[in-house]
């Protein structure tokens, strides 16, 4: 089970996707040579070894960046597990560094500096279905 974090280049104005223009198709994010590079300067730690499946660890938790082999490449999902907030300054590096928005799928809403509480709320869900983590 994962928290699904999507992302994307969306305009300035969107907070969450009920804010997205219907027929709103966004740009790509680029060619994927230089997504992978980007996503090596912002996590030098993440392994692109397979272009299309990069993986991220950290002490509690990991993150699988689904990049795709399409190119130009349209958005990254990525796929997060574990706990502790930390991840979240990941994720914001990784949408910093391409100039993108990282949209929560659990809550249809941008992640922001104010706090992770879609990461908490999943996290607490999942602890409910399958049992806390050891």
Known sequence: MSWDVLLLHLPDDIVSVRDI?????????????DILAAVARATPEADLSDPAWGELSGATWSIELNIGSRDPVDSIMLHI???????????????EALD???LDCSTGDLLTAQGPAGWHAFQNYRDRVTGPLR
Request: with cysteine.
């Open 81 to 95: 597990r574990g706990s502790g907030d930390d991840v979240l300054t990941s994720v914001a590096r990784l949408a």
């Open 100 to 102: 993108c928005k990282a």
């Open 21 to 33: 223009p219907d027929g709103y198709t966004p740009p790509p994010l680029g060619q994927q040579q």
